[in-house]
């Protein structure tokens, strides 16, 4: 599903982000990326999603290799990967059902069946009752929940979330990763970097520690260990 062999990143700076990553990720799993502060885990997640391209190495989702891949494609592979942010990143001007809807529109589905996959991954989120809503009438969690419907409008393969619950207190956290948790049991591969010892040591899953561009610890159900 998800294949990094020798992958590097220096940013323009010099800044040597990762530093040499090979890793395996199969359809359906789940995985935590953690590490401390600077040790290059949003580099590693923004490479999956191609925000951000290797130095050197090879990026392989879905048999498609990235950097082979035409840049006319590039709209279908983020189709195929939803990506979830923690600070929600919704268009404050859209109601929720245009948040989600938007991100179908953009690649020309037509009316009905925007209208009911929208609706039906809002009552995933539990949120169909608020489709009229605007965002700032949302608590954070619902807010990051639109953020999730959004995320998986298109059916993707993978969901990469990157802190999804840093700006949320625990109770709001741990409801935000059960709807997580049920969207894995739909099939989706998910890869979430986390600084939430209480959820990681918790909910244990697959976690890929990262340090200094490296992969640290690469453990079935590992826990947290870091500090803060
Ligand atoms: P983490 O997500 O683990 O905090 P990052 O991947 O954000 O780590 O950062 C890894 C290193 O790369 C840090 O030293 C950071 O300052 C640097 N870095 C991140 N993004 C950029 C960028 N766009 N340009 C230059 N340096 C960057
Ligand atoms: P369902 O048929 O799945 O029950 P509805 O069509 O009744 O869904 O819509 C449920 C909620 O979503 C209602 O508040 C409805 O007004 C709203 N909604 C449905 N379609 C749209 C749309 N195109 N734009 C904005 N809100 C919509």
């Given amino acids: ?29 789940f995985v935590y990326v ?12 923004k490479m999956i999603y191609r925000e951000e391209k290797p130095t050197r190495g ?35 001007s859209l109601t929720v059902y245009e948040n989600v809807a938007f991100a179908m529109e953009v690649i020309e589905e037509d009316k009905e069946t925007i209208r009911q996959r929208v609706m039906n991954v809002l009552d995933i989120v539990r949120l169909k009752n608020k489709a009229r809503f605007m ?8 807010q990051q929940r639109v953020s999730i419907a959004r995320a998986i409008v298109n059916n993707p393969a993978v969901l990469i979330a990157d802190e999804p619950t840093g700006n949320l207190d625990p109770e709001t956290s741990w409801e935000i990763m059960h709807i997580l948790e049920e969207i ?7 890869v979430m970097a986390t600084h939430n010892r209480d ?3 918790n ?7 990262i340090e200094g561009g490296r992969i640290a610890r ?10 803060g």
């Fill in 1 to 29: 599903m998800i294949q990094m062999q020798d992958v590097w990143k220096t940013y323009p700076n010099g800044v040597m982000a990762v530093n040499g990553i090979s890793i395996y990720i199969k359809k359906g799993e």
């Fill in 58 to 92: 090879e990026i392989t989702i879905d048999n498609q290799e990235l950097s082979k891949m035409k840049e006319r494609h590039i709209p279908y592979l983020r189709r195929n990967i939803g990506v979830v942010f923690q600070d929600f990143k919704l268009l404050q």
């Fill in 135 to 142: 965002p700032d009438e949302l608590s954070g969690g619902e």
């Fill in 34 to 45: 953690v590490g401390p502060s600077g040790a290059g885990k949003s580099t590693f997640i």
């Fill in 184 to 190: 894995n049991e739909r099939g989706t591969t998910i």
């Fill in 218 to 227: 690469d453990e079935l159900r590992g826990t947290y260990r870091y500090e």
């Fill in 199 to 201: 959820i990681v040591d």
């Fill in 203 to 209: 909910m244990r899953k697959r976690l890929i520690a």
